[in-house]
DNA sequence: GCATGTGTACTACTCGAACTAGTACACATG
DNA sequence: CATGTGTACTAGTTCGAGTAGTACACATGC
């Protein structure tokens, strides 16, 4: 299986799930139309519970990253189609994170260049990390 | 007071003690020698409970951000002296969390430079923002 | 129509972290 | 010795995450 998940980690599983399929769009791994596996089959391969899943499928629903069809299947949304209802919000946490980022660099001793960076691996690890990718 | 705590937010109480005191150390707002409230005065002031201060106290002096001095009060430390135990952890860490920005930011549709525009931004609001400052 | 597979909704329960509350202890200072 | 400091411990509450099981509504294909 493309994804893992670790119960005893503190980031709760639905969170791990929807961070790693997030990551997996954002890479390019998962394609637009992709389908996903159903919530049912998706739980015994991680071997959770299957409402644990629907809570991140409908997170990421939520997300605007996958459009969920009643009765067929959840699939890989196309990008930019129509915002998430809470952009502003989820923009301000972001800016948020960046912040507390910068102080708990300063507080490692990290130097301005090398946090910077870091940052720019970050965004290469973000794109097509994880070893296989399509060249 | 300074600094402000909310009891029903998902971060836990503690933390926010942690990241407000790291913030005003970074932005310069506490300086090295500065001593802190003691556990049971901060309690107080914030409305908690002192174990909780205490808890914070012994998070930040974990990662060098203060020093405690039993019987005499808790200080703010001088940069640089030694560097935590878990260093390496927490750098990769921050790495993780800079990975998961920029995957977030691509799906909240943000461009790079936008991104990049925001990271240097949230530099800035780290030292010296909310408002007053040393000039 | 009916069986099957899909996501969803609901209840009941367990578990652990965060937090409260109260107390006791060890150390430094005056 | 009194006071103020951080620390340690127990007992208990609260809440979110997750499990387990079941029932429902919708789409598809036989």
Chains 1, 2 share one sequence.
Do not use: C
């Not at 899943?53 to 196309?78: C, D, M, N, P």
């Amino acid at each position: 299986m493309w994804l893992q998940v670790d119960p005893r980690s503190p980031t709760p599983v639905y969170q791990q799930i929807v961070d790693g399929i997030k990551g997996a769009v954002a890479a390019g791994w998962l394609k637009p139309g992709d389908r996903l596996p159903s919530v049912r089959d998706f739980a015994v391969s991680l071997a959770i519970n299957h409402n644990t899943v629907a809570k991140a499928y409908q997170e990421l629903e939520r997300s605007r990253v996958i459009e969920v069809v009643r009765g067929r299947g959840t699939f890989v949304a196309s990008p930019g189609q129509r915002p998430p209802p809470d952009v502003e919000e989820r923009i301000e946490k972001l800016r948020d994170t960046l912040r507390l980022a910068w102080i708990e660099a300063y507080h490692l001793g990290l130097v301005e260049d090398e946090f910077e960076r870091m940052f720019r691996q970050a965004r290469d690890d973000a794109r097509g990390g994880e070893g296989k990718e399509g060249l």
